[in-house]
């Protein structure tokens, strides 16, 4: 079995590649542009990702600056929360458990906090 790579922070050097994974999925998660995606970033409560770029995981929490429907749907009935608002993860890197590792990274991470 395969290693899994350690789940690091997503910086500024990776996001072309973020934003390629991103618009691969873009009818599951929506299509972005690299403006938007940095703003993104720069708002969220979690970015991470895994690999060179083998998936990633982006979240808020109620203080982010973000307009999306869903996201504004969770800051209306409830004070403290984390809100995933995208997950990808790249078709050569699937049945690997790296959802699963950056949800779990996640809920740490939303626990300590």
Do not use: C
Not at 35 to 54: E, I, N
Not at 77 to 87: K, L, M, N, Q, T
């Amino acid at each position: 079995m395969t290693a899994i790579a350690e789940i690091q922070p997503i910086a500024p050097a990776d996001e072309p590649a973020v934003l390629l994974l991103n618009n691969e999925h873009a009818a599951e998660l929506s299509l972005l542009d690299a403006a938007r995606l940095s703003h993104m970033l720069r708002q969220s409560f979690h970015a991470r990702r895994v690999g060179a770029l083998d998936a990633f995981l982006i979240a808020f929490d109620e203080k982010a600056d973000y307009d999306s429907t869903n996201f504004l749907w969770f800051r209306a009935r409830y004070p403290r929360f984390a809100y995933v608002d995208r997950i990808a993860v790249a078709k050569t890197a699937r049945g690997r458990g790296l959802a699963r590792k950056l949800y779990e990274h996640l809920f740490a991470a939303a626990k300590d906090a």
